[in-house]
């Protein structure tokens, strides 16, 4: 039963609320520079706002909604635990940015337990369908990942405890989740999910090519990961060039999946946001291979938010677009007969036009005021223009929840038949 998946649509609507605090919090900090110390507690809450909140939540939702579409199950069980998982999730990111930004360390331990048992009703929900027939790309990508956000948890976890093994700081936390989990779900998202998205179906041939991108890709962040963290050049550039070279593979198949299709595309507007925001992520990448540490800092500044404000963000809002339009579509209208009402009302591609470009211009302004010399005015100027887009997506995506919310007292059940409902009815 390919429908939306109720908490699914909660966690990554949640998610994106983050994004918004994660902004607030980037345009708060008093030096654009910063890259150890600790300002009012700023830097540690935005990061959490950004890589719990924001990437995070959105990921798990996105991930919940595969794992349960893909292997044909009704619903997660047991069913108290599904309240209890976004709260959790939400209440633990609240609690860490709060205890960040108040300097309460008591307040970011206990954020950091409700996120964990977050993590722990999700690897318990999602683990034991790989024993389900259907189970297949990409899953093995989401899974796969799931390893690297645990090792990144735990991290965080001995930077909390003062680090008593010595083994965590910032950059490896930073790099475990960016190469590692978020690299694997974007890879597996889009070679699966962007095809499909856009009304494409994926040459049967390749699958055996995407099972051995899924191990090559894999083995790529452990080594690239082992490089950074022992600070062995060779090392790092052996799997700095084995990412690439996985990056390069996922480009060649979604040109064989989309652009050599027969088929028309549909909702471009997808690509829209996906398209550049890939360039833009390669290009933060390839930063990457650069001196971060250099004297001015810039080069830092520039990799991380071309890499994330610019590439990932932008990405996952295309991706955001897609997903709960069709999750409140389906949880909203599977069944229902004569309705008028077709998903693309709740695309709506006309705003996205003017959104896509306008993030991508105004992410674009962003970088330039980090690369000359932290130009303060040019920062400003293209931060308000990207927060007033965002904000712009946010009326957008709180329109299409309520017209959800008021149709839903009307819907099917998500994880009934139609024809079940109409034998209850009997």
Same mark, same amino acid.
Do not use: C
């Given at each position: 039963?390919? !429908?939306? %998946? /109720?908490?699914? #649509?909660?966690? =990554?609507?949640? *998610? +994106? ?5 994660? &902004? $607030?919090? @980037? ?47 009704? !619903?997660? %069980? /047991?069913?108290? #635990?599904?309240? =209890?998982?976004? *709260? +959790? ?5 609240? &609690? $860490?940015? @709060? ?56 991290? =965080? ?9 010595? &083994? ?259």
């Amino acid at each position: 039963m390919f !429908r939306g %998946e /109720p908490w699914a #649509l909660n966690t =990554i609507l949640t *998610g +994106f609320l983050f994004f918004i605090v994660t &902004l $607030m919090l @980037g345009t708060m900090m008093p030096g654009v520079m910063i890259t150890n110390s600790v300002v009012f507690g700023v830097v540690p809450a935005h990061f959490t706002a950004a890589f719990l909140g924001w990437i995070g939540l959105v990921i798990l939702g996105a991930q919940l909604q595969f794992f349960r579409a893909i292997t044909a199950e009704r !619903r997660y %069980e /047991p069913e108290n #635990l599904r309240p =209890i998982y976004w *709260g +959790f999730a939400t209440l633990g990111v609240l &609690l $860490m940015i @709060g205890g960040d930004l108040l300097r309460h360390g008591w307040m970011v331990v206990l954020g950091l337990v409700f996120y964990s048992i977050t993590i722990v009703i999700h690897s318990f929900w999602i683990i034991p369908k790989i024993k389900n027939k259907l189970f297949k790309f990409p899953l093995n990508y989401l899974l796969g990942s799931h390893v690297f956000l645990v090792t990144g948890m735990i991290l =965080i976890w001995l930077q909390v405890l003062n680090d008593p093994l010595g &083994l965590a700081d910032n950059f490896e936390i930073i790099h475990v989740l960016t190469i590692g989990w978020i690299s694997l779900n974007l890879q597996g998202a889009l070679i699966r999910a962007l095809p499909m998205f856009l009304g494409q179906v994926i040459d049967r041939s390749m699958r055996q090519w995407i099972d051995r991108h899924f191990v090559f890709s894999f083995v790529s962040n452990i080594v690239l990961l082992a490089g950074l963290i022992t600070s062995q050049s060779i090392i790092t550039w052996i799997g700095g060039t084995l990412w690439l070279l996985v990056w390069l593979w996922v480009v060649v198949l979604l040109f064989r999946s989309i652009f050599l299709s027969k088929r028309s595309i549909e909702y471009p507007a997808t690509l829209w946001f996906i398209g550049p925001g890939l360039l833009f992520l390669a290009f933060g990448a390839m930063l990457g291979f650069h001196d971060a540490e250099a004297a001015s800092g810039f080069p830092r500044a520039v990799h991380i938010h071309s890499s994330l404000l610019v590439g990932l963000s932008i990405i996952m809002i295309g991706a955001i677009n897609r997903i709960t339009s069709f999750q409140m579509f389906t949880l909203a209208y599977t069944g229902r007969r004569d309705t008028g009402v077709a998903v693309s009302d709740f695309i709506k591609e006309k705003y996205m036009r003017v959104i896509a470009p306008g993030l991508l211009i105004s992410g674009f302004v962003v970088l330039l005021g980090f690369a000359r010399a932290a130009s303060r005015p040019l920062m400003l100027l293209g931060i308000t223009g990207y927060v007033l887009f965002v904000l712009i997506f946010g009326i957008y995506l709180l329109r299409n929840y309520i017209h959800y919310r008021q149709q839903m007292k009307f819907a099917i059940p998500y994880d009934k038949k139609p024809s079940e409902v109409d034998n209850d009815a009997k």
